[in-house]
Structures are given as C-alpha cells and as structure tokens.
C-alpha cells in the first residue's frame, strides 16, 4: 500500500535555467510554481556553465525527483561556451545517476531562446511521464 501512495504524489521537478534563454520581457520569478501534476521550482543562473556536478547531486539529494536544466542554444551563449560546458556536466552526473540504478532521466537538458514562465512549464511538466516511471526520488526517504 505504501508504493500505491506514493505513486500519486506529484514529481518535483527543480527547473534551473539561463538567463539568456528566456524572454527579456518575461519577469520570471525565482521560487516555487505548482501545475496541474506537477510541483516545480525555478531557480535562474546568469549562464549554464554555472550549474556544477555538485549542485546538480545537492538537488536530488535534497528530494527533488527531476532537475531540468535549461540553457541557451549552442552557439548562442554569451560566455561562448558554457552551454557546451553545461550540455558535459549534465550528461557526467547522467551517467552516475545511470551508475547509482537511480536513472539517467532524471536529469536533462534542454535549449531554447525567449522561452516564457508558460513555456519553462510546459518543459517541465514533459519531465512528468519519466519520472512517473522511475518513482520517487530514493534519495528522499520516508519524512520528505
């Protein structure tokens, strides 16, 4: 009874993105947002290439089930490259989640440009099958 509880229980997924690919005009707030399925939280970095192995670890170990990780298209970074460096560092921790029999899915990344609040949304709330497949995070133990 207590895995059937848990599958009903929506995913929480940590959107973490550049400030360069979302809207100029759009006034994103950093914080939490809840959806129909789906718990998010938006957290902004100045350029990918800030997000590090660690951080991305500190999320799942934290009680996230996902990090979507949002960087700008290649070769439109404004730093030149750090979407490059963001794009190796998530597929690094992919592999070690693949390691850890925890699944690769739930980490990724995505690339867009003028994305919108509506639009970072509906990049997470792709994130909610997967993770629906893998379950909750393991990492989150029973209090969280």
Not at 19 to 24: G, I, K, L, T, W
Not at 52 to 69: F, R, T
Not at 113 to 126: C, F, M, V
């Amino acid at each position: 009874m207590k895995d059937a509880n848990r599958s009903v229980t929506m995913p929480r997924i940590v959107v973490v993105y550049c400030r360069n690919a979302v809207s100029s005009a759009a006034e994103l707030l950093e914080g939490p947002y809840t959806v129909k399925g789906l718990n998010a939280f938006f957290a902004a970095l100045p350029c990918s290439s800030k997000i590090e192995p660690s951080y991305l670890l500190k999320i799942l170990a934290d009680g996230a089930d996902g990090v979507l990780v949002v960087a700008c298209p290649e070769g439109h970074c404004r730093f030149m490259v750090g979407n490059v460096r963001a794009e190796k560092r998530v597929n690094y921790v992919r592999s070690l989640l693949d390691k850890a029999k925890m699944g690769a899915e739930r980490l990724t990344l995505e690339r867009g440009e003028n994305l919108t609040e509506k639009d970072l949304l509906s990049l997470a709330q792709r994130r909610v099958e997967p993770l629906k497949i893998l379950g909750p995070n393991p990492m989150k133990g029973d209090g969280k």
